[in-house]
């Protein structure tokens, strides 16, 4: 989808593979529904997919997000048109339905890597790596947790 994101087609095909590809994961996240690091990202993602379908397919940002991040000129990007090479489309403040699930954290790095996530997003993160915590614990054998254990050095 990235290079897709980078070709004419842009326009119309992203706005239908974006929401596509979270919902191929579907099977895979009630498959392990079980791990509340999984459940997380579910929610996440399905924030995610709430507001790109109701702005069109794509992740909304306006323009103070995209001057934020510094890669493009908002002066070279159309209102309602994807941004080349990403998963956004530019659209006025007051137009972006649920804004606040819209890409509006701005992760503070340093340029070029400076990015604008959603509250999704930090939902989808936290949820792996939540995820990855309760698979070593089952994979270890462990099923019980830290407060159960009378041995354990994280007992308060």
Known sequence: MHVIGRTAEAGTLMPILLPAAHLVLVPFLLKNFSYWGIRLISVGLALNLLVMVLNGGLMPVNA???????R????????????????????NAG???MPELSDTIILPLPKPFTKAISAGDVLVATGAFLA???IGFRRSGATHTFAQDPESPFDV
């Open 64 to 70: 103070q997000t995209v001057d934020a991040i510094g």
């Open 72 to 91: 493009h000129d908002v002066k070279d990007l159309t209102v309602g048109e994807p941004i080349p090479g990403t998963k956004n489309v530019l659209l």
């Open 95 to 97: 137009d972006i339905r």
């Open 132 to 134: 990855l915590i309760e």
